[in-house]
């Protein structure tokens, strides 16, 4: 047993060390970027991989949800080996500002590629890619000229009509928070108690299955971001394929403020070891060959206006969007996440 | 004796007396490893007192009593079916003789080989729209049948049909191995074969259902993955959304205080319960023979075990299998089958390790003549309780301020700056683990721990061996089977384990439960099947490799 039990330490220890060891020599010759990331697409990891090409930097990639990649950041505070912070919506990036993780950065690439209301206005974040949160409706049963607006989907002709996922979600608090900051948080709280009573069911499952529910005739209309429509449409799964051709898209409030992005993002660790590689390497997220690459295999919105979106994005058609700075959708989440929960929106 | 009332100061003297003469060096090594796998619990726990964050209140008045409602809910659906599908196909397979009995003996265990969020979306996926449901329906022109998965029943159904092997694999080794003279006995008797069962071997039984129906309802209480899939609001779906939708960890930090003492309850009323009967039949007996009833009877008791084994492994292999057709060509490369060894390779080391230390905890609280500190020891299979994500945090705190303190020490007397030693390393990881699943090893060494009756180790020592020796000579060999048990149900709860992963895993380390996450939260269920099945094949050798093990003894 004792044997079985040194053994064991001992091999342990190895992992360590060798662990260690891998570090110091990080920071001596700075070859590499560790990038902390909550987003885990095919795509990422085919840039990681042309960046590592083209400039010889390694990438170490965490994968996580950003609160948890958050969370470990503050607690690793000055230790952390982070360089890169990168989520998959404002708010959690402003949270991070906010908590002291993330530090200004000087970049002419991304001051002038990036339109001002998609980062920081310190230059603590900026973003990589965009998704307008629309309302998918059923072609068979639904006018596209009856909508309108997210206002519009509190009015009582929706009653028992309505998709949406659960309140937990991130793109849905983003929404709420630019209700706030739109109509006053009282407006907002009202918009959501109707919204609550005019849902064909009990919110569950994700953007995709909204859609879904909609062309299975649980309701009509369903609110979701673009991308996943896309990927629908390019599933592997011809069911998929189905029921996204069943469904069209309306970019509410075209008249007014334009309609609701959210975006993906990324900022440089306040104690980043490699913070040259870092800022290289957000620039390297939006030169036009890497934005192609977003575009094209995610269906998001490049944020580098050189890039055109991809084909099926363009079919879509150009839309108004809301240029509200998005770091208020972060100082607003908290609000909104609590008035979700006072309006019952589970 | 005598004197023991007369002085209170002399009553005192000989219980600190006492205390000294009992105190063992067994009991001090107890305490250490109960502090060991504690110190990220006390770390949190230490938390508690700074207060709920502001939201507090908000969450009481809006959440809690869905949180109260629907995590009761489940404990309860989950108890039932899991007890249903649990006792009645183990005990069906080591009474009767039916066809295919040998591999139903195996097949019923590996529904523990997939993870319950997976088996969630595999089941969302078959009642979608567009799902195999709908579309077996289409083909007969009835697609206007919907069957709504995605609400707390089919919550309570998935984990259930997921979980109940734990039950299954408690019950089946008490079959097999006491229950055989019980039934002659009471036979013999002249009572009835299913009276027998239900007044005699399954009360006999109990201790070990319920050791295994603790662990179902303690994985019950820890899900995420599907809760939230399925938008039902639990304790732990509470917890995420308070540490970070509502950014307070100390509110989150309140819930999980909330859910450890639920389960707590849960443990001290199973304690509870043992003592009542703490009986083990000393002579370890395995039936005679199974009984045989004619073909037709037979036939009819295989569909009977095949019903959890079909909705259990069957019907979400099939849908995991055909989605793994359909994206292949996307997923499957030459770093999978590296990512499959890394995952394998960490499974197997740390489910070694923590199979260490729970045989360490449990025989060094025997060894320890003090009854508070047996008690105590008992508090080592609490993290189990304890969401992954939380654990993860915990371990980081003293983890954290362990390499802090070493780099402050290069730095002062070497010069030497390191980065962080523990944190990020696979020991961190490891030790969460451990952490996070002691009590998964705890209960089959100690449930097959009791089996061995006291007296046979009590006379080695009186001969004068030493406790490991005898250990090693006596008990070892009789709890073999225990400790391999409880080193496969490690390495499989380990293989599938996330959102612990997610947080410590070092870079460059990779595991397929983390894999199937990515695609999975990004809406690309499909793409989930593939890391998924490997899941599901490296964890189903072991899980045939455990009912080997379990026929030989």
Known sequence: ?346 | MKQAGSSNIFSLKSRLNRLKRDTNRWSVFTLAIVAFIALPIISIGVKLFAGPGETWGHLVDNLLVDYIGNSFFLVFFCSVLVLLFGVSSAWLVSRFEFPFRKQMEWLLILPLAIPSYIVAYAYAGIFDYGGSFELFLRFFNMEFIRIDMMNKYGLAFVLSISLFPYVYVSSRAFFLNQAGNLLEASTMLGIGEFRSFFKLILPLARPAIIAGLILVLMEVLNDYGAAQYFGVNTFTTGIFRAWFALEEPETAIYLSALLIAIVFVLILFEKWQRKNLQVASQIASKFSHRKEFKKPAQWLIFLIVLIPVSFGFFVPLAQLIYWAVLTAGNVFDLDFLMLSLQSFWIAFVTSVVTVILATLLIYFAKWSSINTVKSVSKLGILGYAIPGAVVAIGIMIPTLALDKWIIGIMNDYFGISTGLLINGSLVALVYAYAVRFLAVAYNPIESTGLKVSSSIPDSSRMLGVGNFRTFFRVEFPLIKTGILSAIILVFIDVMKELPLTLILKPFHINTLAVKAFEYASDEMVMEAAIPSLFIIFTAAIPVIFLNRLLIKD
Request: proline share 3%; with cysteine; charged share 30%.
């Open chain 1, 1 to 346: 047993m004792k044997k079985i039990l040194l053994g064991l330490t001992g091999l342990i220890l190895m992992f360590s060390c060798k662990n260690s060891e891998e570090k110091q020599t990080d920071e001596t010759d700075s070859k590499e970027v560790n990038v902390y990331t909550h987003r885990h697409y095919e795509s990422d990891r085919q840039l990681f991989k042309q960046f590592e090409e083209e400039t010889g930097i390694r990438v170490n990639v965490i994968n996580a949800s950003a609160d948890e990649l958050i969370q470990k950041m503050s607690m690793e505070g000055k230790q952390s080996p982070a360089d890169v912070l990168i989520t998959v919506d404002a708010g959690r990036l402003e949270r991070a500002k906010s908590r002291d993780l993330l530090q200004p950065i000087e970049s002419e690439v991304l001051e002038n590629t990036i339109a001002s209301h998609l980062k920081d206005a310190e230059n603590h974040w900026f973003s990589l890619t965009k998704r307008a949160r629309v309302i998918a409706y059923a072609k068979d049963r639904v006018n596209p000229e009856e909508l309108s607006t997210y206002e519009d989907l509190a009015s009582e002709k929706w009653k028992g009509k309505l998709l949406i996922r659960s309140s937990g979600n991130i793109y849905n608090q983003s929404l709420m928070a630019s209700m706030i900051v739109n109509n006053g948080e009282e407006e907002a709280k009202k918009w959501a108690e109707a919204v609550v009573k005019n849902m064909a069911r009990s919110p569950k499952g994700n953007d995709r299955d909204q859609v879904k529910a909609v062309v299975a005739g649980e309701g009509d209309l369903a609110i979701v971001n673009t991308y996943y429509i896309g990927k629908m449409l390019n599933s592997d799964d011809p069911e998929e394929v189905k029921a996204g051709e069943k469904v069209g898209l309306f970019f509410p409030n075209q008249e007014g403020r334009g309609t609701h992005i959210n975006v993906s993002g990324a900022g440089v660790a306040k104690y980043a070891p490699n913070k040259a590689n870092a800022i290289k390497f957000i620039e390297f997220l939006v030169s036009e060959e890497a934005q192609k690459i977003f575009a094209h295999s995610n269906y998001e919105y490049p944020v580098n206006d050189a890039v055109e979106p991809a084909p099926l994005l363009q079919e879509w058609g150009e839309f108004k969007e809301d240029t509200l700075n998005l770091s208020q959708l972060g100082q607003n989440n908290k609000k909104a996440v609590m008035l979700f929960d006072e309006a019952g929106w589970k």
